[in-house]
Every structure is written in structure tokens, then in C-alpha cells.
């Protein structure tokens, strides 16, 4: 069985500073891994997500993250948010030859202060 | 193009009674995943249509829940008889019919928000 976790339930950060949300997995087989950002009253948006190739991918919104495979871990950090960047994000999995079933982990609460 | 749409937007019920949650999913697609958040914990898989056919429904809780999909468009995801722990914030996605093998991009729904009382 696949499992989630993101670390910190909350992160506070002031405008223009750097951030890292972190992402751990517990997977016994290969999987993709996603990255999912809820802005208030909406729906989930995918951020960005890891199939294969290069462990650096590149998100919307200046975001990116960086598959660590020994460490099985989805860090996703941005160098400098913006006030607009406050939303919970949701780091997720999906096992290669499944069906889509996104695993997903607890969520992390961003907030940005001015 | 819409988005996923889902009604309503919030349902406030007593234990005890039925409550039908909606979907319409974007135009097109053919998957259609309903999942639940309970308060603050990780969101769940419930279940996965393709078309109008349940895919995987390994993460629906119990009996109690009942999805449909009519003619593979809308789905509708029935509690009956609610209880308390049903409470949670209910979420539907889709994706076109691709690829899939778990690469697909999901499209979430804003979701609906059931307190059971």
C-alpha cells in the first residue's frame, strides 16, 4: 500500500521569502507523484506532477519540486511567494498501472503575511 | 470551457436522513473520481467511473453509499442513512479517457460540504 506525508500542516512565511513545503512516500513500487494547490472556494488545480525524466519539474505560478528517490521525497518550494500563493497544498500519488487513484497526503496550509 | 461543477454547495442534514450529492464533470471526460475529505484529515478515494461503468470502488465506505452515472455523463453519490462520521467535504474530479495508468491529470470540483447533524 501507498501512503502520504506532508510533514508540516501549516507554514507561515512573510511575502518574497523562499518557502519548501515537504512531501514524503511510502510506496513499495514505483509511482507518480503530484502536487495540488487549493485556493479558497475552489476546486484542486494540479500544480505540477512526476512521471519520469528529469527529478527537477517546473510547475504553474513559479513553483517547483524535485523527486528524491532515495529519500522518497516531493519537496515543493518557490523562491519568493506572493500574498496570492495563501492555499493549502495537497501532495498526492498514483501507482503506474492503476487507475488514477490519487493517494493523497494530510495537506499543507500556506499562509503568506504582507 | 466549465469546469467541474458540483451541487450543492454545502447540505446541513440530521442523522438518520438521505442526502444526494451532485456532479457534472467537464464536458468530455470520461473518468469521473468522487473523493472525501473528513475535517483535516487526508482526502479519500471513494470510487472511479469510466463512462457510466464503476472502474474501482474500493474506497467507498460502506453500504450506506450509492454512486451512479447516468449515461456516463453526470454522477450522483446518494448517503443513505447518514450518520455522523459521514460528515466531510465531498470532492468529484474527471479526466478525459487517455492514457490513464495513473499519469493522468485530475480536474477537481469545489466540492460539497456535509455536516450531519
Known amino acids: 500500500a501507498q501512503s502520504v506525508t506532508q510533514l508540516d500542516s501549516q507554514v507561515p512565511v512573510f511575502e518574497e521569502a523562499p518557502v519548501e513545503l515537504r512531501c514524503n512516500y511510502s510506496s513499495s513500487v514505483s509511482v507518480y507523484l503530484f502536487w495540488y494547490v487549493q485556493y479558497p472556494n475552489q476546486g484542486l488545480q494540479l500544480l505540477l506532477k512526476?512521471?519520469?525524466?528529469?527529478?527537477l519539474v517546473k510547475g504553474i505560478n513559479g513553483f517547483e519540486a524535485e523527486f528524491n528517490k532515495s529519500q522518497t521525497s516531493f519537496h515543493l518550494r518557490k523562491p519568493s511567494v506572493h500574498i496570492s500563493d495563501t492555499a493549502e497544498y495537497f501532495c498526492?500519488?498514483?501507482?503506474?498501472?492503476?487507475?488514477?487513484?490519487?493517494?493523497f497526503g494530510a495537506g499543507t496550509r500556506l499562509a503568506v503575511h504582507p | 470551457e466549465a469546469g467541474v461543477t458540483q451541487f450543492p454547495s454545502h447540505s446541513v442534514i440530521e442523522k438518520g436522513q438521505t442526502v444526494t450529492l451532485r456532479c457534472d464533470p467537464i464536458s468530455g471526460h470520461d473518468n469521473l473520481y468522487w473523493y472525501r475529505r473528513v475535517m483535516g484529515k487526508e482526502i479519500k478515494f471513494l470510487l472511479h467511473f469510466v463512462k457510466e461503468s464503476k472502474q474501482d470502488e474500493s474506497g467507498m465506505p460502506n453500504n450506506r453509499f450509492l454512486a451512479e452515472r447516468t449515461g456516463g455523463t453526470y454522477s450522483t453519490l446518494k448517503v443513505q442513512p447518514a450518520e455522523l462520521e459521514d460528515s466531510g467535504v465531498y470532492f468529484c474530479?474527471?479526466?478525459?479517457?487517455?492514457?490513464?495508468?495513473?499519469?493522468?491529470?485530475?480536474?477537481f470540483g469545489p466540492g460539497t460540504r456535509l455536516t450531519v447533524l
Open positions: 474530479a474527471s479526466s478525459p479517457l487517455g492514457g490513464g495508468h495513473g499519469t493522468d491529470t485530475q480536474y
Open positions: 498526492a500519488v498514483t501507482v503506474p498501472g492503476g487507475y488514477n487513484k490519487l493517494i
Open positions: 512526476y512521471l519520469s525524466g528529469s527529478t
